[in-house]
Structure formats: structure tokens, C-alpha cells
């Protein structure tokens, strides 16, 4: 008889344990997301369903700043995510990422965008990876910036259906550092000893296990991607391939690669990030 009033003790012991918040497996590279509930669909919104071409043609009709009256519901699949899910729940709630249609070209700047039911974000993994599809709700708008650039935008928006939501794998595992090189957990600990947005003097070699790809921009041939140790995570800003030569393909820089970087560090506004140049050393990637 004991045995069994001591086995649900211990099962509830272990719930209550794993329930707790911890950093790591509430973070990038954790694969909990429920996707039982997929398709998540928010039924009672109204707006115009349009495409991401259609959106992106009305946002550069506008005059610049100029929001649209009306409300519009858009289909798309995730392309990069301009907020990093390091950030979220906070500093930020809300988020930013781009979308397009499955077989466009154009791509919608979804901008402080809430989730589902027009709630903010609470976890890390609630935040839509790159190839996720979803629909979003809200009014459109051209946002151009000091030097002229011309961005798509949808604003004033939240989540009405998730389609299908891409988690982050599980952690492999990553080995130690050499003896030139510094942990993901050493490089988020300097950059964050900073100032907000003041680069490190030092040059530092991290190296990390690739945990999910942010962006992958061929045009410009650099690659957002998330590192980490097992303990802490930190973000490769544009980084390039070895020798600071351009990445030419996705299949270059993908999730499990371990990886060395040689850059400098920064607290930008509670990110830990490289700043300037971020090129590879060292990559178990073959390609």
C-alpha cells in the first residue's frame, strides 16, 4: 500500500519541479511548444482578407505614415524574426516578424504585433519561428526611415490563426571551449556587464551550438541566428561565413551546427549580441 501513495507523491514532487520557470527550457532551443492545438483559429475578427502582395501594394499607395481605415486579415509564411525570441516575454511582449505569401515574392513587416486572443506573448516558444503559417489581423501603413528605405507594414495587429507552428529542435549538447575560445555563457555575461549599445573592446572567440536561424538574407549574404551553451543564449547579428565571406546558401549556417565566432560583444537594449563583423572560424557544417 505504501508504494503506491509513495509513487503519485513523487510523480506530483516532479510536476511541481519541472512546472517551476527556468530560463533554459523555457527558451530558444526548447521544443515543448504544444502543438496539439494547431490549428489555433480566433473565429469571431473581421477585417478584408487579402494577400501579402495585395497588403504590400496598398502600404506603398499610402502616403508615408499613413495608416488604412479598414482592417485586414493576411494569410503568410514566417520569413525572419526582426524581435528575438531571447527577448521575449521581456523585455517585450509584443513582436515584430515578416511574412509573404507561400508563392510571392513581397514580404509584410507584421510590426509590435499580439498574440492570439490580442495577448501579449508570455513565453519564448509562443513566438512564430521562421516557416510557421499564420493570419494576422490589423491596419497597414508605409514606414519610411531617416535614410529613405520604404517599409510594408502592418500595424495595430495580433495573431487570428495559427496554421502550423515551427519550434525550435531539442539541444543537442555542445562540447567546450578550447583554450582561445570563451562559452555563449561567458559572452552573455560580458556583454551584459556593458553599456546598453557599447561595444566591448575586446575581440572575442564564442563558441556555441546553433540553436534556430532568425534570418537568412542571400541578398546581402548574412545570417541572424541564435547560440547557445545549454545554459544561455546570445545572438549572431549578421553574421558571415568563414574568412567574412558571404553565406551563398541557408543550408551553410543551420540549427546543431556548433560553431566559433570572432566578434565583438554588446548589451543592445538587454540583448546579448555581437556587434560589427561576426564571421565564422570554426563550423561542423559541411557545406
Same mark, same amino acid.
Given at each position: 500500500?505504501?508504494?503506491?501513495?509513495?509513487?503519485? &507523491?513523487?510523480?506530483?514532487?516532479?510536476?511541481?519541479?519541472?512546472? @517551476?520557470?527556468? %530560463?533554459?527550457?523555457?527558451?530558444?532551443?526548447?521544443?515543448?511548444? =504544444?502543438?496539439?492545438?494547431?490549428?489555433?483559429? +480566433?473565429?469571431?475578427?473581421?477585417?478584408?482578407?487579402?494577400?501579402?502582395?495585395?497588403?504590400? %501594394?496598398?502600404?506603398? &499607395?499610402?502616403?508615408? !505614415? &499613413?495608416?488604412?481605415?479598414?482592417?485586414?486579415?493576411?494569410?503568410?509564411?514566417?520569413?525572419?524574426?526582426?524581435?528575438?525570441? #531571447?527577448?521575449?516575454?521581456?523585455?517585450?511582449?509584443?513582436?515584430?516578424?515578416?511574412?509573404?505569401?507561400?508563392?510571392?515574392? @513581397?514580404?509584410?513587416?507584421?510590426?509590435?504585433?499580439?498574440?492570439?486572443?490580442?495577448?501579449?506573448?508570455?513565453?519564448?516558444?509562443?513566438?512564430?519561428?521562421?516557416?510557421?503559417?499564420?493570419?494576422?489581423? !490589423?491596419?497597414?501603413?508605409?514606414?519610411?526611415?531617416?535614410?529613405?528605405?520604404?517599409?510594408?507594414?502592418?500595424?495595430? !495587429?495580433?495573431?487570428?490563426? +495559427?496554421?502550423?507552428?515551427? %519550434?525550435?529542435?531539442?539541444?543537442? !549538447?555542445?562540447?567546450?571551449?578550447?583554450?582561445?575560445?570563451?562559452?555563449?555563457?561567458?559572452?552573455?555575461?560580458?556583454?551584459?556587464?556593458?553599456?546598453?549599445?557599447?561595444?566591448?573592446?575586446?575581440?572575442?572567440?564564442?563558441?556555441?551550438?546553433?540553436?534556430?536561424?532568425?534570418?537568412?538574407?542571400?541578398?546581402?549574404?548574412?545570417?541572424?541566428?541564435?547560440?547557445?551553451?545549454?545554459?544561455?543564449?546570445?545572438?549572431?547579428?549578421?553574421?558571415?561565413?568563414?574568412? =567574412?565571406?558571404?553565406?551563398?546558401?541557408?543550408?551553410?549556417?543551420?540549427? =546543431?551546427?556548433?560553431?566559433? #565566432?570572432?566578434?565583438?560583444?554588446?548589451?543592445? =537594449?538587454?540583448?546579448?549580441?555581437?556587434?560589427?563583423?561576426?564571421?565564422?572560424?570554426?563550423?561542423?557544417?559541411?557545406?
Amino acid at each position: 500500500m505504501k508504494k503506491y501513495i509513495f509513487v503519485p &507523491a513523487l510523480l506530483m514532487a516532479f510536476v511541481m519541479f519541472s512546472c @517551476k520557470e527556468r %530560463a533554459y527550457i523555457d527558451g530558444p532551443g526548447d521544443n515543448s511548444h =504544444n502543438l496539439d492545438s494547431i490549428p489555433v483559429t +480566433i473565429p469571431d475578427t473581421s477585417g478584408i482578407e487579402i494577400s501579402v502582395d495585395s497588403a504590400v %501594394a496598398i502600404c506603398n &499607395a499610402l502616403a508615408d !505614415g &499613413a495608416k488604412t481605415g479598414e482592417r485586414y486579415k493576411i494569410s503568410g509564411v514566417v520569413t525572419a524574426n526582426s524581435t528575438s525570441p #531571447i527577448l521575449v516575454p521581456n523585455p517585450y511582449n509584443n513582436i515584430n516578424f515578416i511574412i509573404k505569401d507561400e508563392s510571392g515574392t @513581397k514580404e509584410l513587416t507584421c510590426y509590435y504585433t499580439n498574440n492570439v486572443n490580442n495577448r501579449p506573448f508570455r513565453r519564448s516558444n509562443d513566438v512564430p519561428r521562421v516557416g510557421s503559417k499564420l493570419t494576422v489581423l !490589423g491596419t497597414l501603413t508605409k514606414y519610411v526611415n531617416s535614410s529613405g528605405r520604404v517599409t510594408p507594414e502592418l500595424t495595430d !495587429g495580433f495573431i487570428v490563426r +495559427i496554421d502550423k507552428m515551427v %519550434a525550435p529542435g531539442p539541444f543537442p !549538447g555542445c562540447p567546450e571551449p578550447a583554450e582561445d575560445e570563451i562559452s555563449v555563457s561567458q559572452a552573455v555575461e560580458i556583454a551584459m556587464s556593458l553599456a546598453n549599445r557599447t561595444p566591448s573592446s575586446t575581440t572575442y572567440n564564442i563558441m556555441g551550438v546553433v540553436t534556430e536561424i532568425l534570418e537568412f538574407n542571400k541578398a546581402n549574404g548574412n545570417a541572424t541566428y541564435i547560440i547557445s551553451d545549454g545554459k544561455k543564449y546570445f545572438e549572431v547579428y549578421r553574421g558571415k561565413g568563414i574568412n =567574412n565571406a558571404n553565406f551563398t546558401d541557408a543550408s551553410q549556417i543551420l540549427p =546543431n551546427d556548433t560553431v566559433t #565566432i570572432k566578434a565583438k560583444v554588446q548589451n543592445y =537594449n538587454s540583448l546579448p549580441e555581437t556587434s560589427g563583423d561576426a564571421p565564422l572560424l570554426k563550423t561542423t557544417n559541411p557545406n
